[in-house]
């Protein structure tokens, strides 16, 4: 048949799945009905269960008293706050779990990937041995035996008292590590800090441009600057210049014993110390090997061509090798990120109270909002986990290479 007959031929109905030029678009098309079909379907017969049951879908408990104390907060919270409060104080301890734990467990694993390819056979079996054990056994386990660990050898806060304590404070009479948490100074803001903060701030932006200009320069003339101390520089004397210009506005509230506990200071109890911990060391494992491969998919040419030019070892992996493993390394460390995050919701077995905790915890078992409570909770780690892989997808297409 003519390309001319095809193209007169008349409009069957037919032709949605016999033609080719339609049958894509028709399967997607019923696929999508039949999708929004069944999820209407589930919404409907769920409201009607509901309704036998005699409950209806509300988010109004959000409203409610909660009723109940929460021993580790970021922003102030009593028992006669809502539940809705109680929900964004567990919303903040699980982002402040998966902000310090995925930076610890980045920190850790780079260091584990490349000394697992070290040529001290030591060092690379030790590395090895630390990859297979914290991988191979359930993080839960390495939660409950971190917290038993903080709890049980660690002092009592009245073994600090006395002429002859039999535990003393740390760096200075700053620190405090007892059974019951980790005590370290607070700093407090007085007049003029905020001055100080916006400096920093600036200092930073001015660090940023000034490393893409070092780059720039550097791809233009092969000479670049000495970024890291120009950079540790433009951090510090700032600092310095307005903290006594301004007549040392920032202060430190140090932790004291008082009776049998201690006082003010930060309070970084044993059940945040061992999730944080436990999740990053877990994760760890995982970033390790993902490094050590996406060093290994570098040529080995690029090393030797590189020693050859008498390039020493570390400006050879930092310079030439790591830069171009981040384009293997970036797209899998996407997933321990969000292993993180989402592993965070293991806080209760410690005690610490999360956003499962509170949520998806006390506040559920105490309005008996079972699907609204898990609605929340989904769409939170959703978004999470949505925000996590937008930022990480962004810094991952700055290093890709650009083919003209």
Request: charged letters at 15%; hydrophobic letters at 50%.
């Amino acid at each position: 048949m003519s390309s001319a007959n095809v193209l007169g031929e008349k409009f069957k109905l037919g032709m949605l799945l016999s033609d080719t030029r339609y049958r894509a678009t028709s399967l997607q098309v019923i696929t999508f009905i039949i999708f929004v079909a069944v999820f209407f379907w589930l919404v409907d017969n769920t409201l009607k269960n509901l309704a036998l049951m005699g409950k209806d879908v509300s988010f109004s408990f959000l409203g409610m008293r909660a009723g109940y104390d929460i021993n580790q907060r970021l922003i102030s919270y009593t028992n006669d706050s809502t539940h809705a409060r109680a929900a964004l104080v567990g919303i903040l301890n699980t982002l402040l779990v998966a902000f310090v734990g995925c930076l610890i467990a980045t920190v850790v694993g780079i260091f584990v990937g490349i000394l697992r390819l070290s040529k001290n056979w030591i060092v690379a079996r030790l590395m090895s041995i630390y990859i297979e054990g914290f991988r191979n056994v359930p993080v839960l386990l390495w939660i409950v035996m971190i917290f038993a660990l903080l709890t049980e050898l660690t002092p009592a806060p009245k073994a600090f008292k006395g002429d002859n304590p039999e535990a003393s404070m740390l760096f200075f009479d700053s620190v405090a590590v007892t059974n019951r948490g980790t005590y370290l100074p607070m700093p407090v803001m007085g007049d003029g800090a905020y001055w100080i903060i916006i400096g920093l701030c600036l200092s930073v932006i001015a660090i940023i441009y000034f490393s893409k200009y070092s780059k720039a320069l550097k791809e233009k003339t092969g000479k670049g600057l000495p970024i890291f101390w120009i950079s540790v520089c433009a951090l510090i004397i700032p600092f310095f210049l307005l903290y006594f210009l301004l007549g040392k506005p920032i202060t430190f509230n140090y932790p004291y014993l008082k009776g049998f506990n201690f006082k003010d200071g930060i309070h970084l109890r044993n059940s945040f110390l061992a999730l944080t911990f436990a999740l990053a060391v877990y994760t760890s494992a995982f970033i390790g090997e993902i490094v050590r491969s996406g060093i290994l998919a570098i040529s080995k040419g690029q090393t030797e061509a590189a020693s050859a030019l008498g390039i020493r070892p570390n400006k050879i992996m930092s310079l030439i090798i790591l830069p171009q493993a981040l384009r293997v390394i970036v797209p899998p460390m996407i997933s321990q990120y969000l292993n993180l995050t989402k592993n965070s919701s293991l806080a209760i077995a410690v005690g610490y109270m999360d956003v499962r905790g509170t949520l998806g915890g006390i506040t559920l078992n105490q309005t008996g909002r079972e699907l609204e409570s898990m609605l929340l909770l989904m769409g939170f780690y959703l978004s999470v986990s949505l925000l996590i892989s937008s930022v990480i997808n962004y810094f991952n297409r700055s290093f890709q290479m650009v083919v003209r």
